[in-house]
């Protein structure tokens, strides 16, 4: 049984996904993102980043000793696909591309999809000096990390080429809520027909909706007022916000 440390974000969906495909039994635990729970000490020993997602396998593989804990998208990716067996090349040199751009999504279209996301959907109330630069940066970086995987998906089904790997499923949420961030995804035709083809997938289906009604989504849910912690990362949450 593995513990899986959620909520319902596309950073979130990445693991469910993974979790829903491979049929892996996990209970799943709602981090409250909006109260702090993330700085809580015992999730930072799992987490120490405070962010979710993050995972506890209780049952390991050979080669570990007790229950192991998994912090960071990819890195949780990879260990699941170890431990399955399943949805990663076997192949050294489709398992180099798997890795090459399994770092592109964390290191590029993950956090310039989640700045974008954060000064388009939640910080439009705070209209102070700079606020317009930096949404024209970010829209600008998730829509160029957008162009760099339709380039990369012209004339082949998935990311690596005929086989849904575990490098779809983590691309794959940033650009599913592509239309809630204002981009159309007409710009990227290949994009728009790979997103089409997961989205169908019925171990997608159960992970796009699990904690549906905990989403929080949007500036009509989340506002500076509601949100202290979203509006104000600092080193300090990590010493004042221990729920
Ligand atoms: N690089 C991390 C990013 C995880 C991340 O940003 N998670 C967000 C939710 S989508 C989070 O936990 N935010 C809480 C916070 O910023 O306090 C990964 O890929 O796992």
């Not at 699941?80 to 751009?101: C, H, V, Y």
């Not at 380039?151 to 940033?174: A, K």
Request: a neutral charge; proline letters at 7%; glycine letters at 6%.
């Amino acid at each position: 049984m593995l513990d899986f440390y959620y909520a319902p974000t596309p950073n979130g969906w990445k693991v469910a996904i993974m979790l829903e495909e491979c049929s892996l039994r996990y209970n799943t635990i709602f981090i409250n993102l909006t109260d702090g729970a993330q700085f809580a000490p015992h999730f930072l020993k799992i987490s120490p980043n405070a962010k979710i997602p993050a995972i506890v396998d209780h049952d390991p593989p050979e080669g570990y000793e007790g229950s192991v804990s998994v912090f960071e998208s990819g890195a949780i990716m990879i260990y699941l696909a170890e431990k399955s067996g399943q949805f990663m090349p076997t192949n050294d040199s489709l398992r180099k591309e798997a890795i090459e751009w399994l770092f592109w999504q964390v290191g590029n279209q993950g956090p310039m999809g989640g700045q974008h996301s954060h000064f388009f959907n939640y910080a439009p109330q705070i209209k102070d000096k700079g606020y317009e630069y930096s949404v024209k940066r970010y829209k600008g970086e998730y829509e160029r990390s957008l162009a760099v995987l339709d380039i990369r998906l012209q004339g082949q089904p998935y990311i690596l080429g005929n086989e849904y790997t575990i490098v779809d499923m983590i691309s794959f949420p940033w650009a599913f809520i592509a239309k809630s961030m204002g981009v159309s995804l007409d710009n990227f035709p290949n994009i728009a027909d790979w997103r089409n083809r997961i989205k169908t997938r019925p171990a997608v289906q159960n992970a796009i909706n699990l904690y549906k009604n905990l989403q929080n989504l949007g500036p009509n849910k989340v506002t500076a007022e509601t949100n202290k912690i979203l509006y104000n990362q600092s080193a300090t949450n990590f010493q004042t916000h221990k729920p």
